[in-house]
């Protein structure tokens, strides 16, 4: 634990060196409202790099991400707020508190005595079971964590089937109100797919955000390879009808079989 403590504190003292008279005039300009971008993007470098198991790619965005608590802590600190240290002791107490189980003698975990918890923490006398919405959450992940919460009091399917179907019906309804031309219930039936499409992902315990996210990425990968394919064969890509570049679509993910 020494060797922790020494090489924490060693960090929180670059960062203090950093946004110093002395230090780097970039560092010192940023601010709470400036890190944000910064913070969301190396979350999901994070992220991708546990996809692709890269232990060592993982070791650095780890290290990005703990860059970005230290530096909105140090900001903190210069503006009277709080300190690291009231950082790590209020999430020591918050993980004691949320683990009774662990730390007192709470018989085991339950998903319900997780949310009470949090509910009590936050002052909330008679909590929703849906639990209190995080409108920061990307809308997947918001949907998802909304699904979980009706879930643990019984509101769900009894398996992934009844999901599923509800996927057709969100379809076949979003159909109906185009063909109509009901164009203020458009939005309305494209957000009850999407949320059908989310429940589907949690019965397959699959993260609805990654799962979109490397469908937008195999879409560039191989958008880009079409690309490719019509420069190498003197081709114009605008001038294309839709049939030869679907054609090159098929292709590709042909090439991606073999």
Same mark, same amino acid.
């Given at each position: 634990?020494?060797?922790?403590?020494?090489?924490? =504190?060693?960090?929180?003292?670059?960062?203090?060196?950093?946004?110093?008279?002395?230090?780097?005039?970039?560092?010192?300009?940023?601010?709470?409202?400036?890190? #944000?971008? @910064?913070?969301?993007?190396?979350?999901?470098?994070?992220?991708?790099?546990?996809?692709?198991?890269?232990?060592?790619?993982?070791?650095?965005?780890?290290?990005?991400?703990?860059?970005?608590?230290?530096?909105?802590?140090?900001?903190?600190? =210069?503006?009277?707020?709080?300190?690291?240290?009231?950082?790590?002791?209020?999430?020591?107490? #918050?993980?004691?508190?949320?683990?009774?189980? /662990?730390?007192?003698?709470?018989?085991? @975990?339950? @998903? !319900?005595?997780? =949310?009470?918890?949090?509910?009590?923490?936050?002052?909330?006398?008679?909590?929703?079971?849906?639990?209190?919405? +995080?409108?920061?959450?990307?809308?997947?992940?918001?949907?998802?964590?909304?699904?979980? +919460?009706?879930?643990?009091?019984?509101?769900?399917?009894?398996?992934?089937?009844?999901?599923?179907?509800?996927?057709?019906?969100?379809?076949?309804?979003?159909?109906?109100?185009?063909?109509?031309?009901? #164009?203020?219930?458009?939005?309305?039936?494209?957000?009850?797919?999407?949320?059908? /499409?989310? +429940?589907?992902?949690?019965?397959?315990?699959?993260?609805?955000? /990654?799962?979109?996210? #490397?469908?937008? =990425?195999?879409?560039?990968?191989?958008?880009?390879?079409?690309?490719?394919?019509?420069?190498?064969?003197?081709?114009?890509?605008?001038?294309?009808?839709?049939? !030869?570049?679907?054609?090159?679509?098929?292709?590709?993910?042909?090439?991606?079989?073999?």
């Amino acid at each position: 634990m020494s060797k922790i403590g020494e090489r924490f =504190e060693e960090l929180v003292c670059l960062m203090q060196k950093l946004r110093s008279e002395r230090g780097c005039e970039w560092d010192r300009q940023q601010t709470h409202n400036s890190l #944000k971008s @910064y913070l969301i993007e190396e979350t999901f470098e994070l992220i991708e790099a546990i996809d692709q198991q890269d232990d060592e790619k993982m070791k650095e965005e780890l290290g990005d991400v703990l860059l970005q608590v230290v530096f909105h802590s140090q900001i903190a600190s =210069e503006r009277g707020a709080f300190e690291i240290e009231d950082v790590v002791e209020s999430l020591n107490k #918050k993980l004691i508190r949320r683990h009774p189980h /662990v730390f007192g003698d709470s018989p085991g @975990y339950s @998903y !319900q005595q997780w =949310e009470k918890i949090k509910s009590q923490e936050k002052g909330e006398e008679k909590p929703s079971n849906i639990g209190k919405i +995080n409108h920061a959450l990307p809308a997947l992940s918001l949907a998802r964590r909304i699904q979980e +919460n009706a879930a643990a009091v019984g509101f769900d399917w009894p398996d992934v089937s009844g999901a599923l179907q509800k996927v057709d019906e969100e379809i076949q309804e979003m159909k109906e109100v185009m063909k109509a031309d009901r #164009k203020a219930k458009v939005e309305e039936e494209l957000g009850d797919l999407l949320f059908a /499409v989310v +429940n589907v992902a949690r019965f397959l315990d699959l993260d609805p955000e /990654v799962a979109l996210r #490397k469908a937008t =990425e195999k879409f560039v990968r191989r958008f880009q390879v079409v690309e490719e394919f019509v420069r190498a064969r003197g081709l114009d890509m605008k001038k294309l009808s839709l049939a !030869q570049l679907d054609a090159l679509w098929e292709e590709v993910k042909g090439g991606e079989l073999e």
